[in-house]
């Protein structure tokens, strides 16, 4: 309305200066009427020459006009072909464009379409399974990849450290989850606060101390490291301060709409109320708030916290939260579950209680390994790479798969109960962790499943050879051995 009114009195002054440009009426998006000023043809600012739309003659078909213009084809002298990228099609050898110079989307399988530009060739040879699809991957299947690198960056104060997040709105699919990577500087806060939903962390780099009291008056203090993990119930308030070493930590909601930029902070809280209120709330005079900070503090710098966790153990009469529930694991001293081609640490309600719905497993897979093929009954399955690189196929019911790369910082969101695997496609060992809504964890293994079906459904189903009905397993492998030359594809003879 208020548009409207000013955009009629900027028509009825123009009138004054200059001949009246005739009113237009444009639609908005809501429907409603506005009337638009049009722009002046041809005036332009001083310096500008042309005009700024071209003649009504070139809409349409021109009988003098050429017929076509060479894009700039790319001769086979002017780029390289990727690693494996003229193997078998049927094989779907992982590419690696990564030093290949101007890569082009060629695939045996469907000919040779080259790619003239525009371009952004640094995301095409981090992402050549995009790129380069394999000859298996089809249809529609959603996004399920978000780098944190392409993540706003909220800085805290005073170059305290940072966060920044996935939700739903980066990856729409996720809807059962959202992630955080959050850094601290030395002896840096995230700020005393609470939020809605749930929140499971994973420390990945330095070590940090936390507090927290929970609705009964117990309370919690722990020192964790990289490795370590922690849970804090929804609506429980906590605190979060780096050592002098620093953290940088991994946060995962149970809420894919979460934003850590909507949480409960202390600062707000004593701004959002009354000083009288928060005088009569505390029993003192309000001059006690002259200090109160001025807008949020989230992420910002503080004193070292004493050496000793007992010098931060503060008690009331309720005690101490009881080990069954208390709010940290210390994941890092977990020995690992040791397979061929890597190891698996699992963490869910069994041990670590009080995180009742999320259960984890962080594996770590040797070059040319895998996480097997499988898919999760219960729950959607968050993920994070922590380090080195790797592929994935997500296989969505009736006939849709698609292929994406991976590499540390990157989330991964599988939707229930879409099949996947992890490849690891580089030279180092790839560790990830897996996150469920679940309270245990839980899996079906494609090679489990058929090898505890009977031979004869799985033979009249698939056609496999005596050989290879003999080779199906019956206990979960969880992680595949594989050559680090990854065009090697018969395992016959690697006698695991
Ligand atoms: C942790 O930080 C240190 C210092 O920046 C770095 O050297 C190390 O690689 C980091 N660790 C991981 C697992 O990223
Ligand atoms: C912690 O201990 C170190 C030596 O181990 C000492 O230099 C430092 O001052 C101590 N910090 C605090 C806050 O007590
Ligand atoms: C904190 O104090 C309580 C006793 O009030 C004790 O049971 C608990 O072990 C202490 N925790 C730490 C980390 O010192
Ligand atoms: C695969 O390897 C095994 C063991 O080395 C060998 O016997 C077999 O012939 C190989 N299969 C093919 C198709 O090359």
Redesign the pocket.
């Given at each position: 309305m208020w548009y409207q009114t000013l955009t009629a009195a900027a028509l009825l002054a123009s009138e004054v200066f200059a001949a009246p440009a005739p009113a237009v009426i444009h639609k908005r998006q809501d429907g409603t009427d506005a009337v638009v000023a049009p722009t002046k043809l041809p005036t332009g600012p001083p310096g500008s020459s042309g005009s700024l739309r071209g003649s009504e003659s070139l809409a349409g078909y021109r009988s003098s006009y050429p017929s076509s213009v060479k894009s700039t084809e790319s001769s086979p002298d002017d780029y390289e072909l990727g690693t494996n990228q003229d193997a078998d099609p049927d094989l779907g050898l992982p590419i690696d464009l990564s030093n290949t110079r101007n890569p082009q989307p060629i695939t045996p399988q469907d000919g040779d379409p080259t790619d003239p530009g525009p371009r952004n060739r640094m995301l095409e040879k981090q992402n050549p399974s995009l790129y380069v699809p394999p000859s298996t991957d089809s249809g529609d299947a959603p996004n399920a990849k978000w780098p944190l690198g392409l993540s706003h960056n909220r800085h805290g104060l005073d170059g305290s450290g940072y966060a920044r997040q996935q939700n739903n709105e980066q990856l729409p699919v996720a809807s059962a989850m959202a992630g955080v990577d959050m850094r601290l500087e030395p002896n840096a806060y995230r700020e005393l606060h609470w939020h809605k939903a749930n929140e499971w962390s994973l420390i990945l780099n330095g070590s940090v101390r936390l507090n927290a009291v929970n609705e009964a008056g117990e309370?919690f203090?722990?020192d964790l490291q990289a490795g370590d993990v922690w849970f804090f119930p929804a609506g429980v308030p906590h605190s979060i301060q780096a050592s002098d070493a620093g953290v940088e930590f991994l946060l995962v909601f149970d809420d894919g709409s979460f934003s850590e930029d909507e949480t409960f902070l202390v600062s707000e809280l004593f701004e959002r109320n009354p000083k009288s209120v928060l005088a009569k709330n505390f029993r003192v005079d309000t001059s006690a708030f002259d200090k109160i900070p001025d807008g949020e503090l989230y992420i910002f710098n503080g004193t070292p916290y004493p050496n000793?966790?007992?010098a931060?153990?503060v008690?009331g009469p309720a005690?101490?939260i009881p080990r069954q529930g208390t709010y940290s694991y210390h994941l890092s001293q977990q020995e690992p579950f040791e397979v061929p081609g890597g190891s698996v640490k699992i963490l869910d309600p069994a041990t670590f209680p009080v995180a009742s719905n999320f259960a984890a497993a962080l594996f770590t897979v040797k070059p040319g390994a895998m996480r097997e093929l499988h898919w999760h009954t219960t729950s959607d399955e968050w993920n994070y790479i922590i380090s080195g690189q790797g592929r994935l196929t997500v296989y969505v019911a009736p006939e849709a798969s698609r292929t994406f790369d991976f590499r540390a910082g990157d989330v991964g969101y599988v939707p229930v109960p879409d099949a996947h695997y992890l490849e690891n496609t580089g030279n180092e060992d790839l560790v990830y962790i897996e996150i469920l809504q679940a309270p245990v964890y839980n899996d079906i293994s494609v090679a489990q499943w058929l090898g505890l079906t009977p031979k004869q459904v799985v033979k009249d189903h698939l056609g496999f050879s005596e050989d290879t009905l003999d080779r199906l397993p019956q206990v979960k492998p969880f992680i595949l051995p594989g050559d680090p030359d990854l065009s090697k594809t018969n395992f016959t003879g690697t006698g695991l």
């Open positions: 309370t203090v722990d000793s966790t007992s931060s153990n008690t005690g101490v």
